[in-house]
């Protein structure tokens, strides 16, 4: 499907340009017409399918039509920085054409500039469940307005210990709002949320998520004590300059 298919606004089809998007990806395929029909939307999709434009396109077009500017209308949960950072850097493409503005709210640094950030003024929030709790605790971010609320790679933020967090911005938005949450699994907790947080979804299912066909996997048991010993070894005998090693903590 062609974008120019979603009857997008015709000033978000500048950032489209922007971002090289020509023909829609089976996620935004599916996901963006029903966003832009205010629908609850599940959706379950792999890494580096497209996700995060399926659904920041539908939130530009929302708040382009119409309403207030400079508040917060759009709230995006995301486990980690790294990703807030990802998906504020897509809107701000998406964007380009619009006056529209978002800011990212995460920890790890001083909180000073976000919340200057907030008194600028900005219709999009992308933010991590400690620190966005933080300023809302302090007056600095207002949930008050938000219209769509996002939760993305919700599952690890469950691996995250993030879920009781997530429920209580949950509560702190207002009860009539778009929501949508994307998750590669949906492990019980994650279901329940689904189910606490949602409206009568559309499911989106882009298949079972897997690792891309160019990954290949091995798999080590070995007792917990002997895991540093056993990835040394493997690093000794890993033919390779660069080597990315993923923690729980």
């Known amino acids: 499907m062609d974008f120019k298919q979603f009857q997008l606004d015709p000033r978000l089809m ?60 759009a709230l995006i949960v995301t486990p980690t920085r790294e990703l807030a950072e990802q998906i504020h850097d897509v ?15 995460y920890g790890g640094v001083g909180a ?24 809302i605790a302090q007056g600095h971010a207002k949930m008050a307005n ?11 933020m469950f691996d995250m210990g993030f879920l009781p967090d997530v429920r ?11 929501t949508m949450m994307f998750s590669a699994t ?6 329940l949320l689904a189910k606490q947080a949602l409206k009568e979804p559309q499911k989106i299912a882009m298949g079972i998520s897997k690792p891309a066909h160019t990954v290949a996997h091995a798999l080590y ?5 002997l895991k540093s010993a056993l990835l040394l070894e493997l690093l000794k005998r890993t033919d390779t300059n660069t ?3 993923f923690t729980r903590t």
């Open 186 to 191: 949906f492990p019980a907790d994650v279901e």
């Open 14 to 73: 500048q950032g489209v340009q922007k971002a090289g998007y020509e023909k829609a990806t089976p996620i935004q395929e599916a996901a963006i017409p029903a966003a832009l029909r205010g629908r609850d939307i599940i959706g379950t999709a792999q890494t580096g399918t497209g996700k995060t434009a399926a659904f920041v396109l539908p939130i530009l077009n929302k708040l382009i039509s119409g309403g207030q500017r400079n508040v917060p209308r």
């Open 221 to 225: 048991p070995v007792p917990q004590h």
């Open 168 to 178: 209580r911005i949950v509560k702190a938005v207002p009860e009539k709002r778009q």
């Open 243 to 245: 080597v990315l090693v």
């Open 112 to 135: 000073n500039p976000q919340v200057q950030a907030l008194r600028n003024g900005a219709e999009i929030i992308v933010a991590c469940p400690g620190r966005l709790l933080d300023l």
């Open 91 to 105: 809107i701000k493409v998406l964007s380009a054409g619009t006056k529209l503005k978002s800011v990212t709210i």
């Open 146 to 156: 938000i219209e769509l609320l996002v939760l993305d790679e919700a599952d690890r």
